[in-house]
């Protein structure tokens, strides 16, 4: 398993691997995962009794970008 400083080296290299044109879509997707593991950790434990539609909801509507919007461009990148 790679230490801290070997993921964040190994994630660097992959940005600047990527052309230009997908940082800014880099950037969004950076800032949904951050916010989910902050909300995840503060508000909701997973565990086999927490787990609820209900949770996933509130869990989704704390995410300040669209992140439905960006899930659909990328897959239609994809296609």
């Known amino acids: 398993m790679l230490n801290k400083l070997q993921y964040e080296k190994r994630i660097l290299c992959e ?8 940082l800014p879509k880099i950037v969004r997707l950076l800032s949904l995962i951050r916010e989910e593991f902050i909300a995840t950790e503060s ?3 997973l565990d086999e009794e927490g787990i609820s539609h209900e ?5 989704l509507s704390t995410s300040k970008g669209n992140w439905a919007t ?6 239609e990148d994809r296609i």
């Open 55 to 59: 949770k996933t909801r509130e869990l």
């Open 15 to 22: 940005i600047q691997s990527l052309p230009e044109e997908a």
């Open 43 to 45: 508000k909701f434990t």
């Open 70 to 75: 960006d899930v659909i461009a990328d897959r």
